[in-house]
T-cell receptor, first 114, second 117 residues
Framework: AQSVTQLGSHVSVSEGALVLLRCNYS??????LFWYVQYPNQGLQLLLK??????LVKGINGFEAEFKKSETSFHLTKPSAHMSDAAEYFCAVSVTGGGNKLTFGTGTQLKVEL | GAGVSQSPSNKVTEKGKDVELRCDPISGHTALYWYRQSLGQGLEFLIYFQGNSAPDKSGLPSDRFSAERTGGSVSTLTIQRTQQEDSAVYLC???????????????FGPGTRLLVL
């Protein structure tokens, strides 16, 4: 079975500051890893994904994440936060052969302050 | 092109009533998933369809929950005898299938917000 741990249910940064959202996973087989963003009263939008190709993955809106197998981590970063980045972010894992159902972390609410 | 659509967007019902939630996946996507998002449980998987078959129903929380898919397209999630703990956002997602296996990227609909009074 797979699991995901997101450290920090709430993260606050200043506009222009580095964004770092942490995600650690557990999986007995090579995983697929995802970051999704959810704006208020909306569904989930895919930011980026890791599917065993390049370990540094670039996504939309300037976000990127690095897959580190030795640390079982897939942290999300953005060099400079923008007010529009305020949202909830979910890390998720899936594996092949199981219908690719997603197992989500508990989410991190990102607040961006002036 | 059109994304995943869900209806209704909001549903308020009384405890004990049955509700039906609808999902219309992206055209050509044969894999379809239902998830539930609630304050207490976070985001959790409910059921996965490949075409009209459901090879994984492991996330359905009780026998009050059922889902079907017809014509390999629209899916309906039915909750019978609703309880207050069923209040949540129900999200649907779909993905493309290649070689008989769903692709890893799922595209989500906006969800149906269910409130059971």
């Amino acid at each position: 079975a797979q699991s995901v741990t997101q450290l920090g249910s709430h993260v606050s940064v200043s506009e222009g500051a580095l964004v770092l959202l942490r995600c650690n996973y557990s999986s007995s087989v090579p995983p697929y890893l995802f970051w999704y963003v959810q704006y208020p009263n909306q569904g989930l939008q895919l930011l980026l994904k890791y599917t065993s190709a390049a370990t540094l993955v670039k996504g939309i809106n300037g976000f990127e994440a690095e897959f580190k197998k030795s640390e079982t981590s897939f942290h999300l970063t953005k060099p400079s936060a923008h007010m529009s980045d305020a949202a909830e972010y979910f890390c998720a894992v899936s594996v092949t052969g199981g219908g690719n159902k997603l197992t989500f972390g508990t989410g991190t609410q990102l607040k961006v302050e002036l | 092109g059109a994304g995943v659509s869900q209806s209704p967007s909001n549903k308020v019902t009384e405890k004990g009533k049955d509700v039906e939630l609808r999902c219309d996946p992206i055209s050509g996507h044969t894999a379809l998933y239902w998830y539930r998002q609630s304050l207490g449980q976070g985001l959790e998987f409910l059921i996965y369809f490949q075409g009209n078959s459901a090879p994984d129903k492991s996330g359905l929380p009780s026998d009050r929950f059922s889902a079907e898919r017809t014509g390999g397209s629209v899916s309906t999630l039915t909750i019978q005898r609703t309880q207050q703990e069923d209040s949540a956002v129900y999200l649907c997602a779909s993905s493309f299938t290649s070689g008989g296996a769903p692709q890893e990227t799922q595209y989500f609909g906006p969800g149906t917000r269910l409130l059971v009074l």
